[in-house]
């Protein structure tokens, strides 16, 4: 009889851990979290056509595009001014189940290495303290799970983070949570690296590497890292209790060192080529600046110092030196610099002399509504 009434007691937490749940102020709703954010007439969808052309229109989750169900024809859907209408918008995002853990998303627990205070380890030494909170490095499976573990390292400038991924020869790759290798992100541009065997996600663009791609990495190398675990795993583990490292690590990582002729998408950084040693004489450097849908760009300089006469960054509104100039800087600029895009593209043009060189400069980009 013991046994029974032990039964009916843990039966109601085994069907509350079972039912989903929205976060952040979401409701549930057919299985699926929405939440109303409300302003004058209509309601925008999360759909972004290019040019205009109700054809050549993408999903903002990634899912791809509208080709398999479209509106436009019954009108029930119509463009709109991204950047000047007002409109409510529903926001959509999946359920997930109750833990006690801060990050809850879609079924999984994920624990920062800043909030466990382990700055910075290498890759067999970040597995184990994931192991300790049994989970492992985390996995990614979509587009919206590469957003969501982005926005955790935002606002501490994080160049890079390890993933849980393993690869032999650059060919054959694998989770180390066991889960399906579904959703690939890997820049392959870096091929002499690709005898390394671990991975990590680069978190800002620069001259060697892109945003949000996925690099393989030396796995001495120590750098901040995130764990993972499926909700309602019991673990006894607290992370906050185990003793931090004290493995010295230079905290301003590798200097920047972009190329020419660059596409980026927000948010990133790049510099004047040398940077921050001297740039050279007889460039002619175009930075493309771009981010999605409405959203615009803001460039900032934080540090700039050219050849005052002829050694000059030009900025244009658009996406080519025939939009609108915006600015043109040379000299020594000693307070930072801001300039904001009317639309989701900047254009960005460096040219040099041939003669007298300076350090140049490194400007962050970054992407507002």
């Not at 870096?190 to 892109?210: D, E, H, P």
Request: proline content about 4%.
């Amino acid at each position: 009889m013991r046994h029974i009434a032990l039964l009916f007691a843990i039966l109601p937490a085994i069907l509350a851990s079972a039912t989903p749940i929205c976060t952040n102020g979401f409701s549930l709703v057919n299985n699926k979290c929405l939440r109303l954010f409300t302003s004058p007439m209509h309601t925008w969808i999360g759909l972004f056509c290019f040019q205009s052309d109700p054809t050549n229109c993408y999903w903002d989750d990634e899912s791809g595009t509208s080709a398999d169900y479209s509106s436009f024809a019954k009108r029930q859907w119509v463009s709109g001014d991204c950047d000047d209408d007002l409109r409510p918008f529903v926001c959509e995002m999946p359920s997930t189940f109750y833990d006690s853990c801060v990050y809850n998303y879609n079924g999984y627990c994920y624990f920062t290495s800043y909030q466990m205070n382990y700055p910075r380890y290498t890759f067999t030494q970040a597995q184990s303290v994931c192991e300790s909170l049994c989970g492992n490095l985390v996995s990614i499976h979509s587009g919206n799970e590469m957003k969501y573990i982005k926005n955790y390292y935002a606002q501490r400038s994080t160049d890079s983070i390890y993933i849980g991924a393993i690869t032999v020869s650059g060919k054959y790759n694998s989770w180390t949570d066991g889960t399906a290798w579904d959703y690939n992100n890997i820049d392959n541009s870096q091929s002499w690296l690709s005898s390394s065997n671990c991975m990590m996600v680069s978190l800002y663009s620069n001259g060697t590497q892109t945003n949000d791609a996925w690099y393989h990495t030396s796995c001495d190398t120590a750098r901040p890292f995130m764990c993972k675990r499926k909700v309602g795993t019991e673990c006894s583990s607290d992370y906050s209790t185990t003793t931090q490292d004290t493995t010295s690590v230079d905290p301003s990582g590798p200097p920047i060192t972009p190329t020419c002729n660059s596409f980026l998408m927000t948010r990133g950084t790049f510099s004047s080529p040398g940077y921050p040693g001297n740039y050279y004489n007889n460039l002619n450097c175009s930075f493309t600046l771009a981010t999605l849908g409405a959203y615009r760009i803001r460039l900032s300089f934080n540090s700039f110092q050219t050849e005052t006469c002829c050694d000059r960054v030009r900025i244009y509104d658009g996406d080519s030196a025939d939009s609108r100039l915006v600015a043109q800087l040379s000299g020594a600029q000693n307070t930072p610099l801001y300039y904001e895009s009317t639309g989701n593209m900047m254009f960005v043009t460096f040219t040099t002399d041939g003669s007298v060189v300076q350090q140049g400069f490194t400007a962050n980009f970054l992407s507002l509504i």
